[in-house]
């Protein structure tokens, strides 16, 4: 299953796969964008899971996920602009679609873990 799954080698986190302890990075689907880490033994690891750890471990990997979506929308949109140049709309047009949900999952995911950062000094709990 493993198999249409991209490892993002070289953005290794400080996570280790809860299988094998092998470091974890990210890994990005090929056809649709799940969030995902896994381990080169081919453990795939859901953020669910992660986020059971401790906040601030969540925090960088929310970060990181964040940083490879957006090399992603920089790739996506630099080859739109090649294959429109290139006459082929079709394809541009659908990598610019790529590009509006991606942009639209990080807005969400820094929404969603980012923003909300705690005063200091003041423990929620
Ligand atoms: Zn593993």
Do not use: Y
Not at 7 to 29: I, K, W
Not at 78 to 93: K, N, P, T, V, W
């Amino acid at each position: 299953m493993t198999s249409n799954w991209e490892l993002h080698r070289g953005e290794a986190t400080r996570f280790s796969c809860p299988s094998c302890r092998e470091s974890l990075v990210p890994v990005s689907a090929l056809d649709r964008f799940a969030f995902a880490f896994g381990c080169s033994a081919g453990h795939v690891v859901g953020l669910g899971e992660l986020f059971d750890r401790q906040s601030a471990e969540m925090r960088d990997c929310v970060e990181l996920l964040i940083a490879t979506w957006e090399k992603s929308i920089r790739q996506m949109v630099e080859g739109a602009e090649i294959a429109s140049r290139h006459g082929s709309q079709d394809l541009s047009d659908r990598l610019r679609g790529r590009v509006v949900v991606l942009e639209a999952q990080v807005a969400l995911f820094r929404e969603t873990f980012l923003k909300s950062d705690p005063e200091p000094g003041i423990s929620p709990r």
